[in-house]
């Protein structure tokens, strides 16, 4: 198994610029999960799917950051437009589908920095 | 108050002593419990799981949890350098949500 695979890995933008991230997630993971980790800040969850569905984008900081599930196989999550403060790692995870009964693997995750 | 509470540390150990992490969390009705461990630069990665009280054991790790004082604990055994990381405490909420509340995390420093 290839794990949760994120990409890029490193992601260099003017402020302004759309960014966008992607994820494919474990074959028969059902749930997928955006975090973002600073080192003010920690691991913040963004949003998290079951089966294709978003169910909780409370984490999501504003109306510039969108994530979509088109597929069980794919993810996206899009900054636009990108400041400055966005600058974190951004880890992508999934997890089979018995709540909170098993823990997720995460994807190596994307460093985006914004200038 | 924060929802996954952790000392951020550093943790300075001696090579081969015991290693005691400590995490306290703030939302009662909390099911299910996580350690992870993430080295500089690399993601998290799952080492124990604990849902009910009690020691758990997994060769030299042990999560402790106690649902009555909101307190979740994992000691490591025989420290080894390689085990210098940050260790991160994570719960779910419980109820219908299956998501990770994580604490900021505790660097461990395994002092050869």
């Known amino acids: 198994d290839a794990g949760v695979i994120q990409s890029p890995r490193h992601e260099v933008t003017e402020m302004g610029q759309e960014v966008t991230l992607r994820c494919k997630p474990i074959s028969g993971h059902n749930s997928l999960f955006w975090y973002r980790q600073t080192m003010m800040r920690g691991l913040e969850l963004l949003i998290y799917?079951?089966?294709?569905?978003?169910?909780?984008d409370s984490g999501m900081p504003e109306d510039r950051f969108s994530a979509k599930m088109p597929n069980a196989s794919f993810s996206t999550l899009k900054i636009q437009p990108s400041e400055p403060r966005d600058s974190a790692v951004y880890f992508c995870?999934?997890?089979?589908?018995?709540?909170?009964?098993?823990?997720?693997?995460f994807g190596s995750g994307t460093r985006l920095t914004v200038v | 108050q924060k929802e996954v509470e952790q000392n951020s540390g550093p943790l300075s150990v001696p090579e081969g002593a015991i290693a005691s992490l400590n995490c306290t969390y703030s939302d009662r009705g909390s099911q299910s419990f996580f350690w992870y461990r993430q080295y500089s630069g690399k993601s998290p990665e799952l080492i124990m799981s604990?849902?009910?009280?009690g020691d758990k054991e997994d060769g030299r790790f042990t999560a402790q949890l106690n649902k009555a004082s909101q307190y979740v604990s994992l000691l490591i055994r025989d420290s080894q350098p390689s085990d210098s990381a940050t260790y991160l405490c994570a719960v779910n909420p419980g109820g219908a949500t299956n998501k990770l509340i994580f604490g900021t995390g505790t660097l461990l420093a395994v002092q050869p």
């Open positions: 995870a999934s997890s089979l589908v018995v709540p909170g009964r098993y823990g997720y693997t």
């Open positions: 799917f079951n089966n294709n569905v978003p169910i909780d």
């Open positions: 604990i849902y009910s009280n």
